[in-house]
T-cell receptor, first 115, second 114 residues
Framework: GAGVSQSPRYKVAKRGQDVALRCDPISGHVSLFWYQQALGQGPEFLTY????????KSGLPSDRFFAERPEGSVSTLKIQRTQQEDSAVYLCASSLGGDSLEKLFFGSGTQLSVL | QQQVKQSPQSLIVQKGGISIINCAYE??????FPWYQQFPGKGPALLIA?????SEKKEGRFTISFNKSAKQFSLHIMDSQPGDSATYFC?????????????FGTGTRLQVTL
């Protein structure tokens, strides 16, 4: 595809359910980031991959959050036992390489609502 | 800890006017300062960016002013148009350590009226 693709676009979960959010980065992009954007706030860093290696997961808010990128392309962000405070837009972004963090392309996000 | 502070939270400007959004940062390891524009339902898109070796950068109607000693930078939108109505985020990133991830401000919701 031409841009970063995220699915689903919207996700409603009952408290306690597990969810999986998918990100398809731009083809050939080495770096992939996940951000969490609460309503009315700026995006906050969750985790960073370079190819299949997760180089930084310091932003993951708890051990209920898990991200993977097993083949260095598609990435999945999984949230276990969802809580109401997990409600947010989850943004995925990709860039060509480690030195091109400035040219970061974002997807439209997955809006997660936990009831 | 909020490393990039942004103001104002919201801004209403008449068509043709100048929109000004200000940001301040704390981490001196930041060395790249982009501005993002976000429309409802979309992800942020890079608008313009600056490095601290210059004090100003202009691209069309958009200008970044940078004050390294004060650790402040601002976005000026000249001749503001209704199509500029969006949320604007300043951001900062460095190449090493704790600065090596894009850190966003809290956003400014700009409305340009006719």
């Amino acid at each position: 595809g031409a841009g970063v693709s995220q699915s689903p676009r919207y996700k409603v979960a009952k408290r306690g359910q597990d969810v999986a959010l998918r990100c398809d980065p731009i083809s050939g992009h080495v770096s992939l980031f996940w951000y969490q954007q609460a309503l009315g706030q700026g995006p906050e860093f969750l985790t960073y991959f370079q190819n299949e290696a997760q180089l930084d997961k310091s932003g993951l808010p708890s051990d209920r959050f898990f991200a993977e990128r097993p083949e260095g392309s598609v990435s999945t962000l999984k949230i276990q036992r969802t809580q109401q405070e997990d409600s947010a837009v989850y943004l995925c972004a990709s860039s060509l390489g480690g030195d091109s963090l400035e040219k970061l392309f974002f997807g439209s996000g997955t809006q997660l609502s936990v009831l | 800890q909020q490393q990039v502070k942004q103001s104002p939270q919201s801004l209403i400007v008449q068509k043709g006017g100048i929109s000004i959004i200000n940001c301040a940062y704390e981490n001196t390891a930041f060395d790249y300062f982009p501005w993002y524009q976000q429309f409802p339902g979309k992800g942020p898109a890079l608008l313009i960016a600056i490095r601290p070796d210059v004090s100003e950068k202009k691209e069309g109607r958009f200008t970044i002013s940078f004050n390294k000693s004060a650790k402040q930078f601002s976005l000026h939108i000249m001749d503001s148009q209704p199509g500029d109505s969006a949320t604007y985020f300043c951001a900062a990133i460095g190449s090493t350590g704790t600065a090596s991830k894009l850190t966003f401000g809290t956003g400014t919701r700009l409305q340009v009226t006719l």
